[in-house]
């Protein structure tokens, strides 16, 4: 069947929609004749490709930012529940992208631009397994979630960053907008205190500014934060940044950006493929995944290897 396009009409500041004829266009240009839908409302880019899957389409492809491929890649799973396996719901159907958005993070794993033209032409590239993250969380109201997710899931200081992005005016960009962000939350910023296990060992007690599960390179608009990881190599790279301050991220700023603040004081790096996470604050830290605020802990984060097919 024809390729579907899954389209946040209110991404690139209502570019997309403005523009949805020539976003057409460059796509037949590569693929051919397509079907499309817009999302409406929050998590409806899952429903849609669903949707799309059940009806026998076996190429998605997202218009929109991270948070669209989010919804997105939910969508290529019945909805998850904690304690239950994923459940695809076509078995080989492919992702594809054309990026959208502000922030960007998931494109620059794959060394994707903002050029329409030049992303399209690669919507009929190869197609890869990559891996897939899911986290069984707490919601605000106390009861238990699950979410996956393909670029970077987070405890502590970026759930409060990405709430303050997402509230913002995005049209200084995504950079910016997450500097801004990040700058404003670190202003009254204190680790936080959480127990881990990874891989089923032991406990570990840490204070943490940000405990990062990276299935992707780059998180905030653009903060190469786990310069090691790849989307098909089986493991979570893990990245923790502790007593990381406000002074910290102006000073250093540059070495978020590069990947060199691995090699700083205050940075641990590890690999796992599934990450147990605590709270032993008297209020529990909140997490993020993909960009978007989910809930608080107790989380659980799950490596899924191979289990999405992506064309890049």
Not at 242 to 262: A, E, I, N, T
Request: with cysteine; net charge positive; glycine share 12%.
């Amino acid at each position: 069947m024809k390729p579907f396009l899954v389209v946040n009409p209110r991404s690139a500041y209502g570019a997309t929609a403005r523009h949805f004829d020539s976003i057409v266009q460059a796509v037949r240009g590569a693929v051919g004749d397509v079907d499309h839908a817009f999302t409406e409302r929050a998590m409806h880019a899952a429903d849609l490709t669903r949707e799309a899957l059940r009806a026998g389409h076996d190429l998605v492809i997202a218009v929109g930012g991270d948070g669209t491929i989010n919804e997105v890649v939910n969508g290529f799973f019945l909805p998850a529940r904690p304690g239950e396996a994923p459940r695809p719901v076509r078995a080989g159907a492919a992702l594809a992208m054309l990026p959208r958005g502000t922030g960007g993070d998931f494109r620059r794993s794959l060394q994707l631009d903002g050029d329409l033209v030049r992303c399209a032409a690669r919507l009929n590239g190869e197609r890869i397994a990559i891996d897939v993250g899911r986290v069984d969380y707490t919601t605000s109201a106390g009861s238990a979630a699950s979410r996956y997710f393909i670029n970077v899931g987070e405890v502590g200081i970026g759930a409060k960053v990405v709430e303050i992005a997402n509230r913002s005016n995005k049209r200084l960009g995504g950079k910016i907008t997450f500097r801004l962000a990040s700058l404003r939350a670190l202003a009254s910023w204190r680790d936080v205190r959480i127990r881990v296990s990874f891989d089923g060992a032991p406990e570990e007690d840490l204070a943490v500014t940000t405990l990062v599960i990276a299935n992707g390179k780059y998180f905030g608009g653009g903060m190469m934060v786990a310069p090691e990881a790849r989307l098909d190599d089986g493991q979570f790279h893990v990245t923790i940044w502790s007593g990381y301050g406000l002074s910290d991220f102006v000073l250093k700023g540059s070495s978020m950006y590069d990947g060199s603040h691995v090699r700083l004081k205050g940075t641990r790096t590890r690999t796992a493929r599934t990450i147990r996470v605590t709270s032993r604050d008297p209020v529990s830290p909140g997490i993020e995944a993909d960009g978007e605020r989910l809930g608080q802990l107790p989380a659980t984060f799950t490596l899924l290897p191979g289990a999405l097919q992506l064309v890049r």
